[in-house]
């Protein structure tokens, strides 16, 4: 299932995979921790210091669509509700979310992120589901925009957020 994840990323962009090849840096991609987690990027640091990038897929990760969520993540991807522009797209429902959660409601600015000039998709693999942290089952993300959001897939494609925020530069 990680190499279909690969395989599906590497046939619909110009990424490609490869083994680690000597001791140049590479992400480890473990099942040894709790939850599907990853860092967002190369997590080497300036000076070089060769700091553990981690892909870590535990028991429950195993859906092609968490699978491919964290991999995106370990390329540089972050959440779509977590764009500079989200707020003319969805409305945070804070109320529904618990405070050691809010975290992953994050927005970045566009010194950070950037869409690349591709518009808000509600049915991205990197969008929460529409009752993600929810302490309630009530909704903590609701689309703005309804007409396009059927036009986009579902936007529950990633169902699975289970898991645990490790380290500051790790998200689920
Ligand atoms: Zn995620």
Same mark, same amino acid.
């Given at each position: 299932?990680?190499?279909?994840? +690969?395989?599906?990323?590497?046939?619909?962009?110009?990424?490609? $995979?490869?083994?680690?090849?000597? #001791?140049?840096?590479?992400?480890?991609?473990?099942? !040894?921790?709790?939850?599907? $987690?990853?860092?967002?990027?190369?997590?080497?640091? #300036?000076? /070089?210091?060769?700091?553990?990038?981690?892909?870590?897929?535990?028991?429950?990760? $195993?859906?092609?669509?968490?699978?491919?969520?964290? +991999?995106?993540?370990?390329?540089?991807?972050?959440? +779509?509700?977590?764009?500079?522009?989200?707020?003319?797209?969805?409305? %945070?429902?804070?109320?529904?979310?618990?405070?050691?959660?809010?975290?992953?409601?994050?927005?970045? !600015?566009?010194? !950070?992120?950037?869409? $690349?000039?591709?518009?808000? #998709?509600? /049915?991205?693999?990197?969008?929460?589901?529409?009752?993600?942290?929810?302490?309630?089952?009530?909704?903590? %993300?609701?689309?703005?925009?309804?007409?396009?959001?059927?036009?986009?897939?579902?936007?529950?494609?990633?169902?699975?957020?289970?898991?645990?925020?490790?380290?500051?530069?790790?998200? %689920?």
């Amino acid at each position: 299932m990680i190499e279909e994840g +690969m395989a599906d990323i590497a046939n619909k962009s110009c990424i490609t $995979f490869r083994p680690r090849d000597g #001791d140049e840096y590479a992400v480890i991609i473990q099942g !040894t921790s709790s939850g599907c $987690f990853s860092n967002v990027g190369n997590s080497m640091s #300036d000076d /070089g210091d060769n700091i553990k990038q981690v892909l870590n897929l535990a028991k429950g990760c $195993f859906r092609h669509g968490t699978v491919v969520h964290e +991999m995106l993540h370990t390329l540089g991807f972050y959440h +779509m509700q977590s764009s500079y522009n989200r707020d003319e797209y969805v409305a %945070i429902l804070w109320e529904n979310i618990s405070e050691n959660h809010k975290h992953n409601f994050k927005k970045y !600015t566009n010194d !950070t992120v950037t869409d $690349f000039g591709v518009r808000y #998709d509600y /049915g991205s693999v990197m969008h929460y589901p529409d009752t993600a942290f929810s302490i309630n089952k009530n909704k903590t %993300i609701v689309p703005l925009q309804v007409a396009l959001k059927q036009t986009s897939t579902k936007m529950n494609q990633h169902q699975n957020t289970r898991g645990r925020k490790v380290g500051s530069s790790r998200v %689920i």
